[in-house]
T-cell receptor, first 115, second 114 residues
């Protein structure tokens, strides 16, 4: 298996622009997680899905952030409009059978820079 | 609110030395604890997962222990090698009612000098 795939690997955009990050989980994994990593706050869970359904989005910082999982093999995290404070590395991870009983496998991350 | 702390924040050791990384958490009601490794510019790789009913897990030169009552875990690395240089993160699955999530520590940056 190719592991968790994320695209793009790097994104540089200007404040106010829309940003879409993409993730393909490992085939057969039922859970998908979006994390954000910054120097100040470390790694934080933004949202996670089970069988394509959002379960906990309490970590989503504000309404400018939205995430979707239209099918078992694809998820997006969208920021609109983007702000400089959104600059971070965004990771996608997947696991099976459960978030607290099995290992999460992380993608390589998307490094987002908002100017 | 669960908080996870890792000490030290950074560590530099000569090759061959045995070392211990520390992780502490404030709420002992956890499902399990995981140790991850993160290389610069890369994602996280799971090293060891310890279920709440277990005391330790071993994989090769790595041994992780868990003491829920004291809210502590240690990662022991034997005979360190330059290839072990990375950031090591511990994370706990926090029981939060209907949902549960990984709470990460801030990490220990390890440098093993050849």
């Amino acid at each position: 298996d190719a592991g968790v795939i994320q695209s793009p690997r790097h994104e540089v955009t200007e404040m106010g622009q829309e940003v879409t990050l993409r993730c393909k989980p490992i085939s057969g994994h039922d859970y998908l997680f979006w994390y954000r990593q910054t120097m100040m706050r470390g790694l934080e869970l933004l949202i996670y899905f089970n069988n394509n359904v959002p379960i906990d989005d309490s970590g989503m910082p504000e309404d400018r952030f939205s995430a979707k999982m239209p099918n078992a093999s694809f998820s997006t995290l969208k920021i609109q409009p983007s702000e400089p404070r959104d600059s971070a590395v965004y990771f996608c991870a997947s696991s099976s059978p459960g978030p607290s009983t099995d290992t999460q496998y992380f993608g390589p991350g998307t490094r987002l820079t908002v100017l | 609110k669960q908080e996870v702390t890792q000490i030290p924040a950074a560590l530099s050791v000569p090759e061959g030395e045995n070392l211990v990384l520390n992780c502490s958490f404030t709420d002992s009601a956890i499902y399990n604890l995981q140790w991850f490794r993160q290389d610069p510019g890369k994602g996280l790789t799971s090293l060891l997962l310890i279920q709440s009913s277990q005391r330790e897990q071993t994989s090769g030169r790595l041994n992780a222990s868990l003491d829920k009552s004291s809210g502590r875990s240690t990662l022991y690395i034997a005979a360190s090698q330059p290839g072990d240089s990375a950031t090591y993160l511990c994370a706990v699955y926090d029981y939060g009612g209907a949902t549960n999530k990984l709470i990460f520590g801030t990490g220990t940056l390890l440098a093993v000098q050849p």
